[in-house]
């Protein structure tokens, strides 16, 4: 499995949508429809994007999706990344307070098998890295288009415990989701991750061996904000409604590297600063 960690972010999104209880689509008959109910999602994907962070060659991978709503708490295990909300949302329109635990299992290089450009294969693979930290959120019902659209905000901190690096990312992020009817969902996403030198060293510096293995340009990589990224995806129904039964998931995204980070040879030289994905995958809510 390659790099995950900046793909789908319409994986994280719209499968949660569906069973959140907080942001239920607009039904025809409301007493019917009970969107305070335990529900899990499960689901699949595949999804076209570059072979490492900053490549300019992409490729296929296959990503993986549990999302659960208990009692009103939420998580989500997608590809190799878990989080959970552990304040409780409340039906209806309303305000959700979100906090809870980020768990990454960074994969950034890990696999040379995957990686096209031989001068990054010779810089040689990194062990996959622990991450762990947690997010604050806030989010409304019940903004725009109905009583059932969403708006949220967040900031997540993710720190490396193990593996190839120990470094830290802050990243704020922005969605919206809006029902278009009870079996198809449309949103919006923008995020942007500002890295110290601790995570530019394992990822994106050359050093002296690497240099010589490579034939790339020694490189130091100083702490700065490291990419923002924008995105949209949609989600219909195949039986049932968004709430339950099959339903298929499609998007895409764009991110821009920044800074040093896209000034690092093998982004630069090697690779391309400006990183496209785009996948689809079908999913089913209990």
């Known amino acids: 499995m390659r790099?995950?960690?900046?793909?789908?972010?319409?994986?994280?999104?719209?499968p949660a949508f569906a069973q959140d209880t907080g942001t239920p689509p607009p039904p025809a008959a409301p007493q019917q429809l009970d969107t305070g109910k335990d529900t899990v999602t499960i689901g699949a994907g595949a999804v076209y994007m570059p072979d490492y962070e900053g490549a300019d060659h992409s490729g296929f991978s296959a990503v993986p999706a549990v999302i659960g709503s208990v009692s009103g708490f939420n998580f989500q295990l997608i590809g190799n990344r878990f989080s959970a909300d552990l304040i409780p949302n409340k039906p209806g329109p309303n305000w959700d307070l979100q906090a809870g635990p980020v768990v990454v299992l960074?994969?950034?290089?890990?696999?040379?098998?995957?990686?096209?450009?031989?001068?990054?294969?010779?810089?040689?693979?990194r062990d996959r890295s622990l991450e762990v930290g947690g997010y604050l959120g806030i989010g409304k019902t019940g903004v725009i288009t109905s009583q059932y659209d969403q708006l949220?905000?967040?900031?997540?901190?993710?720190?490396?415990?193990?593996?190839?690096?120990?470094?830290?990312?802050?990243?704020?992020?922005?969605?919206?989701?809006?029902?278009?009817?009870?079996?198809?969902?449309?949103?919006?996403?923008?995020?942007?991750?500002?890295?110290?030198?601790?995570?530019?060293?394992?990822?994106?510096?050359?050093?002296?061996?690497?240099?010589?293995?490579?034939?790339?340009?020694?490189?130091?990589?100083?702490?700065?904000?490291k990419s923002w990224t924008a995105g949209g995806f949609a989600t219909v129904a195949l039986t049932g409604d968004l709430l339950h039964g099959f339903k298929l998931v499609a998007g895409g995204s764009y991110k821009r590297l920044l800074n040093d980070f896209a000034d690092s040879p093998i982004v630069s030289i090697a690779g391309n600063r400006n990183q496209w994905l785009g996948g689809a995958g079908i999913a089913y809510t209990f």
Do not use: C, M
């Not at 960074?106 to 693979?125: C, E, Q």
């Not at 901190?157 to 009817?181: C, D, E, F, H, M």
């Open 3 to 14: 790099f995950l960690l900046f793909a789908p972010a319409f994986f994280l999104v719209t």
């Open 152 to 225: 949220s905000v967040s900031v997540s901190y993710r720190k490396g415990v193990t593996g190839a690096q120990r470094g830290a990312i802050w990243s704020p992020t922005i969605n919206y989701l809006t029902p278009l009817s009870r079996k198809a969902a449309v949103g919006l996403f923008a995020s942007a991750e500002h890295a110290d030198r601790d995570y530019g060293r394992a990822y994106f510096d050359v050093d002296a061996a690497g240099s010589l293995a490579s034939g790339l340009p020694q490189f130091n990589t100083r702490s700065g904000w």
């Open 106 to 125: 960074d994969l950034n290089r890990s696999l040379l098998s995957y990686i096209d450009d031989p001068r990054v294969r010779a810089l040689g693979k």
